[in-house]
């Protein structure tokens, strides 16, 4: 594999043979080849067949953009592999001469091309100036191999293609992708290259071989042109095979939730557990409209500034090069309108817009897109349940022929009406793919560990106070009374607060941190990756209480400017900081893999909240097998159980529903169970042990539905 070559960090022909040295080691290591190149010709193929047998042999492809500068006789054999893809006879003519592969690419190099080409062993694109009256050709030497285990390599330099080439002068810079300070030049290059295969790249437009033989744009090594170029050539959508060209790979159940989609009239919610690869099945279905129509415009819309950039390098893997739309990113409404114009001249294949929620609900990004034909544009959402919020519903474009929305929890919880509407607008959910179907190979199986805490007498006295003064309001009929609304959320609010910062729920903490501690010092290593869930406004008392025990910690909250939260993570998954302190800015959007171990100390009731939570720590990441999720439960005092107090019980039907939704996914479930059995049972409410938290949910509506009629 790549990582096995000793690989020199510049190969100078003066020194080595650049093609033996270099190259063929390279191909013969790698499963697929990314190329772009001034000059190409099957003089090349010839030199390089000792690495380009082992590619093709192993299932490998090469992709080469090259400029349209070609000798006539390698011209005619691309032709010829040209029509061989469509004609089954011309097909076998040549596969019966190339029955070894190596010794045809020595001594019948052009038969072995034309039949790469129609195999599609090898693909070949041309790129052209935009603007044909300025001149120019493509002229650029870049190169990334990539090996079964996703390891790659980028080669940049001044070498071209040919036999020629090998006598040049010529060098090579080379830099890989598992050295940490090379890695990004790496990833430049590969996303260089991924955008002028696409198309993208805004001074060569790139055609397909096809394509290309209809414009006879060949330049046949002569000094000026042989052909007028037409006024205008469109682009193409992308071949069938789109999405494993460009090096991705889909999971039997995101081609399921692509079909369901599909069969769904291009319309449907996919709600699918965090972690399972909404994202990618999202673009998937993209790319593959994008295929099907001529023609398709992209809106895609997320919820944080910080997930803009994850959904750029994302769309860019796919061939979509995003306008970033929100408020930290000047003039985007003159380069969307001046994109759009484009598009819908038919210069472009796609056009993909990319906002911030916020910002799409705006009247200025409603005004910006406007234009957009819109049976041909698909709206994407990400978190899709935001969008139920009176005043981000705007951002849902009416008309759009095509909409998809992604959540692992699409419902609002307590917002009947908000649910409705997103059903409505989406035609329903039409993929499920849940957390008990993806543990074990797509994400990591984890153990569930409940940690009982009480109140304290002040709170205890508190939060029945808090109880009271609420039932006495809900046995009002309030309605269209918006003050005593208010002071039901305010006191609804405030008697969360007191479960949720519980003053028990630290000592619990450090005791249990402890108990770590002392494990990993048996063990003779140091505890690491552990990440701990805080209610607002707590977070900072925590931190304190975790860094006396000498822990290296940091705080993970919405003031940490997200370059420093990447270097965080990076520290986090290395070892360097071992606990990180959080609160909400981790429920959404940011993934931390590396996390081994997770405290949830903040007690939240709203199922999207710590499915979210559980979610972002059973990521898979090298060595790691297994996640332990400690939750603090407040539960009330056994000794009080006999009196049955309505307090007791509402603080029981509020903490139990995470409790059955942690507990039921668990390895560990009857273990876990058994920690809480004796103090439901002692209240004689067995059956919250399984109540989850839509369960509860639906019984709490129809008492109210019952109340209302009554």
């Given amino acids: 594999m790549l990582k096995e070559l000793d690989l020199k ?37 010839r030199s390089a067949c000792a690495g380009i047998v082992p590619l093709v042999n192993g299932g490998g492809r090469a992709r080469i953009v090259t400029s349209p500068l070609m000798q006539k006789r390698d011209w005619e054999a691309l032709q010829a592999g040209d029509i061989a893809k469509r004609d089954t006879v011309l097909h076998e003519i040549l596969r019966e001469h190339v029955v070894d592969l190596e010794k045809a690419l020595s001594q019948d190099t052009l038969n072995a091309l034309a039949w790469m080409i129609a195999d599609g062993v090898l693909e070949l694109r ?5 603007k044909f009256d300025m001149g120019g050709d493509y002229h650029d030497k870049v190169g990334v191999f990539i090996d079964k285990f996703e390891d790659m390599v980028a080669i940049h330099g001044s070498f071209n293609d040919s036999a020629k080439g090998s ?5 090579f810079s080379v830099f890989k992708s598992w050295e940490e300070g090379q890695r990004p030049y790496v990833e430049q290059h ?47 959508s992308l071949p069938e095979d789109a999405v494993h060209e460009l090096g991705v790979k889909l999971w039997p159940y995101q081609r399921d939730a692509i079909d369901a989609w599909i069969d769904n009239d291009f319309r449907g919610i996919f709600e699918m557990a965090t972690g399972t690869g909404k994202t990618f099945t999202a673009l998937a279905a993209a790319a593959d409209r994008r295929i099907a129509m001529k023609q398709v415009a992209i809106i ?13 390098q994302h769309s860019e893997t796919f061939g979509f090069f995003p306008i970033m739309c929100s408020g930290n990113h000047d003039h985007w409404p003159s380069s969307v309108r001046s994109k759009i114009q484009d598009y819908k001249l038919g210069m472009l294949p796609s056009i993909c817009l990319l906002a911030v929620h916020e910002t799409a609900s705006t009247k200025k990004f409603a005004t910006a897109v406007q234009s957009l034909p819109l049976e041909s544009t698909l709206l994407i959402v990400d978190e899709v349940h935001r969008l139920g919020s009176p005043h981000l519903r705007n951002a849902l474009i009416t008309g759009a022929g095509m909409r998809l929305g992604l959540s692992a929890t699409p419902r609002r919880w307590y917002d009947d009406e908000g649910s409705q509407m997103l059903s409505d607008y989406f035609s329903g959910v039409c993929f499920e793919f849940s957390l008990s179907e993806a543990i074990g190979k797509f994400l990591t199986p984890y153990r569930y560990m409940p ?38 959320k305010r006191l609804l609010l405030r008697r969360a607060q007191v479960v949720s910062v519980a003053e028990n729920k630290l000592p619990l903490l450090l005791t249990a941190l402890r108990r770590q501690i002392a494990g990993c010092m048996d063990a003779g290593t140091e505890l690491r990756n552990v990440l701990i869930y805080c209610a607002p406004g707590s977070h900072k008392a925590v931190l304190s209480a975790v860094s006396g025990l000498g822990l290296r910690c940091h705080e993970f909250v919405h003031a940490v400017s997200m370059k420093h939260r990447e270097t965080l993570i990076e520290q986090f998954a290395k070892g360097d900081v071992q606990v990180l302190v959080a609160i909400h800015c981790l429920d959404e959007g940011v993934d ?21 939570r559980r979610g972002r720590i059973l990521r898979k990441c090298e060595g790691k097998s297994s996640a332990d999720v400690y939750d603090f439960i407040v539960v009330p005092n056994a000794e009080f159980a006999y009196l049955r107090r309505e307090s007791d019980l509402g603080l029981l039907r509020r903490e139990m529903p995470r ?16 920690v809480i059995r004796n103090i439901v049972d002692s209240f004689q409410v067995l059956h919250l042990l399984d109540a989850k938290p839509w369960d509860i949910y639906r019984q709490v509506m129809e008492s109210v539905e019952i109340k209302d009629r009554s």
């Fill in 126 to 130: 041309f790129a052209i100036p935009r």
């Fill in 592 to 612: 931390i893999p590396s996390t081994q171990t997770a405290y949830f100390l903040a007690s939240t009731t709203n199922p999207r909240e710590f499915i979210q």
């Fill in 9 to 45: 960090p510049v190969y100078d022909s003066a020194d080595c043979d650049l093609v033996r040295d270099l190259i063929v080691p390279l191909l013969t290591n790698s499963r697929d080849y990314w190329r772009g190149v001034g000059f190409f010709t099957s003089g090349w193929l």
């Fill in 300 to 312: 895609i819309l997320v919820p944080y500034l910080h997930l803009l950039e994850q959904w750029r």
């Fill in 167 to 171: 006598l040049n002068g010529e060098a």
């Fill in 451 to 488: 940690i009982l805490t009480e109140l304290t007498a002040d709170e205890r006295d508190e939060y029945e106070e808090l109880s009271r003064t609420i039932a006495v309001l809900a046995s009002r009929n309030f309605d269209n009374d918006s003050e005593a609304e208010e002071r039901m």
């Fill in 659 to 674: 409790f059955a939704e942690f507990a039921s996914n668990a390895s560990n479930e009857f273990e876990a169970r058994a």
């Fill in 190 to 236: 590969r996303a260089r290259l991924t955008k002028l295969w696409q198309s993208g790249n805004a001074q060569f437009q790139v055609l397909l071989l096809p394509e290309a033989i209809r414009h006879e744009i060949i330049k046949l090594q002569t000094a000026e042109r042989p052909y007028r170029v037409p006024a205008q050539i469109n682009h193409v």
